[in-house]
């Protein structure tokens, strides 16, 4: 088992809707959550992280963070064709090991 | 720097050639990553530094691979007798402690 799974296919979102993107991790010692995007031939740069469970708001998107259930989203309301790209779900284990392990990414796609 | 610097931005090299990439942190972070992504994948963990020193080089695939760290700033990945499947993006992130990586713009890699 991957340690960050992002299962989903390609998601397809009309400009204006909600884009929701899924994200399960296996390691319970993991503490901090990321999200990442990832414009083709880009570097991956930070769009939120999470620590504590519950939503956090930061614009137009918002991070869910479940440790019970070890899930992780990221809402993107009002989608942008500018939010076209690869969006990449990190965790990362506080025990000593500072490393984040990412999961494959989502690849977003807002029609206009 | 303002932010990761990393040189050069490509490489082109023949198999069986040494490289070295080199990565510039942000001022003042004390923690160094390097990751490598293969066209269409997620991001692989190679190697974090604490500092000059190297607490985890369990992602390293193979005793080609080294790095290092002097003066607690500027690391030097390293790859001898390059090999075709070493053909990748290798990107370098740095952060303070465990706060979110923050990645260069990578060095592509391509081993013909």
């Known amino acids: 088992q991957k340690e960050v799974e992002q299962n989903s296919g390609p998601l397809s979102v009309p400009e204006g809707a909600i884009a929701s993107l899924n994200c399960t991790y296996s390691d319970r010692g993991s503490q901090s959550f990321f999200w990442y995007r990832q414009y083709s031939g880009k570097s991956p740069e930070l769009i939120m992280f999470i620590y504590s469970n519950g939503d956090k708001e930061d614009g137009r998107f918002t991070a869910q963070l479940n440790k019970a259930s070890q899930y992780v989203s990221l809402l993107i309301r009002d989608s942008q064709p500018s939010d076209s790209a690869t969006y990449l779900c990190?965790?990362?284990?506080?025990?000593?090991?500072?490393?984040?392990?990412f999961g494959k990414g989502n690849q977003v796609v807002v029609i206009p | 720097g303002a932010g990761v610097s990393q040189s050069p931005s490509n490489k082109v090299t023949e198999k069986g050639k040494d490289v070295e990439l080199r990565c510039d942190p942000i001022s003042g972070h004390t923690a160094l990553y390097w990751y490598r992504q293969s066209l269409g994948q997620g991001l692989e963990f190679l190697i974090y530094f604490q500092g000059n020193s190297a607490p985890d080089k369990s992602g390293l695939p193979s005793d080609r691979f080294s790095a290092e760290r002097t003066g607690g700033s500027v690391s030097t990945l390293t790859i001898q007798r390059t090999q075709q499947e070493d053909s990748a993006v290798y990107l370098c992130?740095?952060?303070?402690?465990?706060?979110?990586?923050?990645f260069g713009n990578g060095t592509r890699l391509t081993v013909t």
């Open positions: 990190a965790a990362r284990d506080m025990r000593g090991n500072n490393r984040l392990a």
């Open positions: 992130a740095s952060s303070i402690s465990n706060s979110p990586l923050h």
